[in-house]
T-cell receptor
Framework: DAGVTQSPTHLIKTRGQHVTLRCSPI?????VSWYQQVLGQGPQFIFQ???????GRGNFPDRFSARQFPNYSSELNVNALLLGDSALYLC??????????????FGPGTRLTVL | GNSVTQMEGPVTLSEEAFLTINCTYT??????LFWYVQYPGEGLQLLLK?????DKGSNKGFEATYRKETTSFHLEKGSVQVSDSAVYFC??????????FGTGTQLKVEL
């Protein structure tokens, strides 16, 4: 079975541009979470979606938004890119929400570079 | 708010040495605790977890015990291998599926 997949693998953008990152969860998983991992740091929680509804939001500006589709895949959008948005963006999927005994499975990430 | 503090790296050990990576946390209530591992060029993988005080998580020779009295979840392994070289992240679970991670500890194991 395929794990969590993310696209694209790498992306280079310039300041002020917009970017869309995509994530496909493991089949049967209904929850998707997004994390930002700046080089040398631990991942920081951005959003969680479950059954197409936002269930959690981290301390990120409104330039960051996300959505989940009926097939449970998800997009993360970032507007007006800043140099500080350069990071590895990780997607994680799990069966459900609210019970952390449900293991979260992480994708390989999308490396975003903002020039 | 929730936070995780783990020892800075890199930690360099010889093969078969004993490993300890310290992790302490600050949280309200009694969160679940996790260790994740990130091998070079790969995504995060769950290594082990503990969901309540005094629980011991274990996997692949690694162990960690949830210590409520010291708010700690230190990672240990009795004999490391070169293949254990990776970055290790301590994390705690919050509301929903939110995980709060530490900054990571790089482990290098040499022959």
């Amino acid at each position: 079975d395929a794990g969590v997949t993310q696209s694209p693998t790498h992306l280079i953008k310039t300041r002020g541009q917009h970017v869309t990152l995509r994530c496909s969860p493991i089949s049967g998983h209904k929850s998707v979470s997004w994390y930002q991992q700046v080089l040398g740091q631990g991942p920081q929680f951005i959003f969680q979606y479950y059954e197409k509804e936002e269930r959690g939001r981290g301390n990120f500006p409104d330039r960051f938004s996300a959505r989940q589709f009926p097939n449970y895949s998800s997009e993360l959008n970032v507007n007006a890119l800043l140099l500080g948005d350069s990071a590895l963006y990780l997607c994680a999927s799990s069966l459900g929400t609210g019970d952390l005994r449900n293991e979260q499975f992480f994708g390989p990430g999308t490396r975003l570079t903002v020039l | 708010g929730n936070s995780v503090t783990q020892m800075e790296g890199p930690v360099t050990l010889s093969e078969e040495a004993f490993l300890t990576i310290n992790c302490t946390y600050t949280a309200t209530g009694y969160p679940s605790l996790f260790w994740y591992v990130q091998y070079p060029g790969e995504g995060l993988q769950l290594l082990l977890k503990a969901t309540k005080a005094d629980d011991k998580g274990s996997n692949k020779g690694f162990e960690a015990t949830y210590r409520k009295e010291t708010t700690s979840f230190h990672l240990e392994k009795g004999s490391v291998q070169v293949s254990d070289s990776a970055v290790y992240f301590c994390a705690l679970g919050g509301g929903g599926n939110k995980l709060t991670f530490g900054t990571g500890t790089q482990l290098k194991v040499e022959l």
